[in-house]
């Protein structure tokens, strides 16, 4: 033990011992040094950094308030505008109170003489009628134009025809088969019958068995039975003494009776005194009638022809009774009124001569001076009507007083048919 002790003694007094700690401890304090210059060196560097931020801020600064000062500036003559303008608007409110006051005068003094107005315009009318009244008294008749009855005439054909054609190619069209059925599976025997009565047995016997086309025979025969249906009511408001009369049981008995009367009135009288009995009693009785009510009863019945030749034609597929109605309503009613029009006219104007309508029935033999067919059909020797889809027009003029053998029938409008050898040609 005491060898080791004086062994670490001397070993203490040997050259270089602990000089080598002072070194370490040296190396250290200059890394520490030249770390904490590091730190200063990028602590003087982000100052100088800083420094030149701020500067650039100032500076930022500087133009920032350059700029308020010149918006302030701005914003005074815009204040100073704004003050101009309200002033420019007060002026001009108190003028427009000014002119609204004006035009109140003005409303006031306009509504007087609209108040004059009115009173010699009402003054103007009943002077305006009762020249009407003095003209229809001091007249025995009124002159008529064979052209005016005969457009007016046409004028209802051509609604028939665009309301069947129009509206069966609506319902047709995209439908490219109806359903298979039998022959009349959707009419009973009493609206067959019916139905054969109105349109005539051929059409109404292909309508409800076409040919194995039957797409193209329904797009074809459908509208001929609607018009066919339509013109058979529109013949029974033109053929009364009174349109909208025979709508009931009662009113058609009297209507019956007074077309009697009718023709021994004009057999017996001359035309004017025959024209003028006619259009004093129309006039009298067509105010009893309710018009709309009469106009409608019309309208309900064609629509039900027409129906009974839809669900005949297309079966199953045909719309129900409300789209029905819905589609054809409108132009139905539109088409009687027009025909009461007419009839109206026919009665109490028309007094130079006498028209009537012209509808060859079923059957009855084609004659090509008084029917014709439609452009697209042939006329055929030996044909026969089957129905007829435009209306025509007879006018008739007595000569004489008494003898009537002086009465004089043209056909002022020829009616247009459907013949049997062209619903053959439609149907082959």
């Known amino acids: 033990m005491s060898n080791g002790s004086d062994w670490g003694w001397f070993e203490r007094f040997r050259p270089g011992y602990g000089g080598n700690q002072s070194q370490d401890q040296a190396v250290k304090t200059n890394r520490e040094l030249e770390r904490l210059r590091g730190r200063v060196a990028r602590r003087d560097d982000t100052i100088t950094q800083l420094g030149e931020e701020l500067a650039t801020k100032e500076e930022e600064v500087t133009r920032l308030r350059e700029k308020l000062a010149r918006r302030d500036g701005e914003i005074t003559q815009l204040d100073d505008k704004l003050a101009r303008r309200d002033g420019t608007i007060t002026q001009l409110r108190n003028d427009l109170a000014t002119r609204d006051e004006h035009i109140m005068q003005l409303s006031d003094k306009l509504a007087r003489r609209d108040g004059t107005i009115r009173q010699l315009s009402e003054e103007l009318s009943e002077t305006k009628r009762e020249m009407e009244d003095l003209k229809k008294t001091l007249s025995m008749y009124d002159e008529c134009s064979e052209v005016e009855i005969t457009s007016m005439m046409n004028g209802v054909n051509t609604r028939i025809q665009s309301l069947a054609r129009n509206t069966a190619q609506r319902w047709l069209r995209g439908v490219s088969r109806a359903p298979e059925g039998g022959g009349n599976t959707f009419l009973n025997e009493t609206e067959m019958e019916t139905f054969k009565r109105i349109v005539g047995p051929q059409l109404a016997d292909a309508l409800g068995s076409p040919p194995p086309e039957r797409s193209r025979c329904v797009v074809m025969l459908l509208p001929l039975a609607w018009q066919a249906a339509t013109v058979t009511v529109v013949m029974k408001i033109l053929s009364s003494f009174v349109e909208g009369l025979p709508v009931s049981e009662r009113g058609w ?43 409608q009863s019309y309208v309900r019945e064609a629509l039900g022809y027409c129906g009974l030749a839809a669900r005949l034609a297309l079966k199953s597929a045909c719309p129900d009774n409300q789209t029905f109605i819905n589609d054809l309503q409108t132009q139905m009613t539109e088409i009687m009124e027009e025909a009461f029009k007419l009839r109206a ?48 027009m007879i006018c008739s003029r007595k000569r004489g007083r008494e003898n009537s053998s002086d009465v004089v029938n043209e056909v002022a409008l020829k009616p247009q048919v459907l013949t049997d050898q062209n619903l053959g040609d439609i149907i082959s």
């Open 253 to 295: 008995v009297v209507d019956e009776e007074l077309r009697e009367v009718s023709e021994l009135v004009k057999e017996g009288e001359v035309q004017p005194a025959y024209g003028r009995w006619r259009f004093i009693t129309h006039q009298y009785l067509k105010r009893r009638i309710n018009h709309e009510e009469a106009v």
């Open 345 to 392: 006219n026919i009665q109490e104007k028309k007094v130079t001569a006498n028209y009537d309508p012209y509808l060859p029935r079923n059957g009855t033999p084609f004659q090509s001076d008084f029917m014709e067919v439609p452009k697209e059909d042939e006329q055929h020797s030996n044909d026969t009507v089957v129905c007829t889809t435009r209306l025509g």
